[in-house]
């Protein structure tokens, strides 16, 4: 090639960040490989019979101003809303900043501002996400718990663990009591294996500096009337976030975007093309390029001056074997990683049996997903894909939801039929209260493999395979799985800009990388 060419593996959030910023701010060729078919990875929109799932719930929200920006830049945020998106809008807790952008009823290309509400479905009630001390909580938890939610909670404060794990890390913030109510089970749930296994390191990444005080102190400013909101809200908690955008027709529609973008300006995208080998020169210091295998079965050589990879560590390691030959303990790490794996099945139905109680009148519910709690089912989580947006369903008189199960491959949950899988979602909703058997209209199921990179396993030796892959100069790891790293798309993308940041500048400094999504502010500096 007599243009200089970097190859790009993996057309998710970090992928396709990455060839856009090149184009942008480089004479760098992207050539994006994909294996599947789709754009955004598991921020992908799939479609049955019309309608639209979101793969464990997209909240398009950061307090990185470059990343908000460059949201905005591909899809305008809306201005007035539609008669069709109205109800949908209707109990949000603040006013929305509304501008002069596009109606959403009249157009597509356009980000919605969505209020967020996520609550716990424990013993057939609901509870606030977090956990607020309102007078609803303590009443729903009773005299007794709550009073050992505040001893704990106060004994962990005085007296806290050293955090070898999650649990001791949960248990810091929220108490013994709060922590064995409503986090033990669900985590596990997720996971796989108990708390005390896993890397404490996951908390502070997914649950930033929030504890059962700063959540207090939240709920008590919300009850003083609020001046204009600011989308990026941050002075809030991550988990504490009240609004977010959201594209009309759900997350995959802004990759699509993106692609688009990239096609447009001269990069080039190949579906169905599966990465098989990353070659390594001699020295095992450069990255030569890759070899690719389309959708044929045919394989290609693909020279390029850097090699950007999305795809998992693992999997990366097994592609630069022949010609890197990493060294056994870096393959044990390798072959070490982890993954939790999933799927959701999309159900439609009539109504749900779940409501809330506004003015003494009985509403639809209206939250973005809702954590099952419930003992005794697998399901660990519903998305109410109309409440994301009005536009994710084809029939506005139809609810879509969608229950999200966590497994790992191979293992018995896993390994039913689909049909078996959907049967046990509609039983499991019946059984819990969530809806009637008898007003499913429709189903699908959509298994995602590797969603979700472990913090156990091989984890604790990480800084071994990081230190190795590291010394490749020109092979640059981004993403959540490229990194093996629990991140948010935005965090995902940010370590494609500061990576296109360092092409630019002709300097590398991967520990910039690996920093991202490490502070407890959640990037909260203005950029």
Known sequence: MTQRAAVIIGAGPAGLTTALELL???????????????????????????????IGGHRFFSKV??????????LPVQGAVGAHAQLAYQGAARTLPLGDGPDPAREDAVMLVRPRRSRIYYLGQFFDYPVRASPDTLRKLG?????????????????????????????NRFGTELYETFFREYTEKVWGVPCARI?????????????????????????????????????????????????????????????????????????????????????GRRATGV?????????????????????????????????????????????????????????????????????GRRVPISDNWIYVQEPGVHVGRMQIFNNWSPWMVADPSKTWIGLEYFCNVGDALWSRSDEALMDLAVDEADRIGILARGCVRDRCILRMPKTYPAYFGS?????????????????????????????????????????????????????????????????????
């Open 24 to 54: 942008r701010r480089s004479d760098i060729r992207p050539i994006v490989l994909e294996a599947s078919g789709a754009m955004g990875g598991i921020s992908q929109t799939a479609v049955h019979n019309g309608n639209r799932i979101d």
């Open 291 to 359: 070899v690719a295998e389309d959708r044929d079965g045919v394989r290609h050589r693909l020279d390029a001056e850097h090699v950007v990879s999305t795809m998992p560590m693992q999997d990366l390691v097994r592609a630069m074997a022949p010609t890197a030959r990493p060294p056994e303990d870096v393959r044990d790490v390798s072959e070490g990683l982890l993954y939790r794996d999933f799927f959701t099945v999309g159900l439609l139905v009539d109504r749900l049996a779940l409501h809330d109680v506004v003015d």
């Open 65 to 74: 101003d470059r990343v908000m920006d460059w949201w905005r830049d591909i």
């Open 199 to 283: 890397s404490p390191e996951w908390g502070a990444q997914r649950i930033k500096g929030l504890d059962l005080g700063r959540a207090l102190s939240h709920f008590l400013r919300q009850l003083v009337p609020a001046g204009p909101s600011d989308l990026a809200q941050k002075t809030t908690e991550t988990s504490l976030i009240e609004q977010f955008l959201y594209p009309k027709l759900g997350p995959g529609q802004m990759w699509e975007a993106v692609a688009d973008c990239v096609r447009a300006a001269g990069g080039d995208i190949r579906t169905g093309w599966r990465v098989v080998e990353v070659r390594v020169d001699a020295t």
């Open 459 to 527: 984890y604790d030796r990480f800084g071994t395979l990081r230190d190795w892959l590291d010394r490749v100069e020109n092979l640059h790891l981004v993403g959540r799985n490229g990194m093996h790293r629990y991140n948010n798309q935005d965090h995902s993308m940010l370590t494609a800009m500061v990576t296109v940041d360092q092409l630019v500048a002709g300097r590398f400094d991967k520990n910039a990388i690996w920093s991202i999504n490490t502070e407890q502010d959640y990037h909260e500096e203005k950029r």
């Open 143 to 171: 005299a007794r718990r709550t009073a050992r939610i505040a001893a704990t909670y106060a004994r962990a404060r005085v007296r806290p663990r050293a955090e070898h794990s999650l649990e001791d890390f949960l248990v």
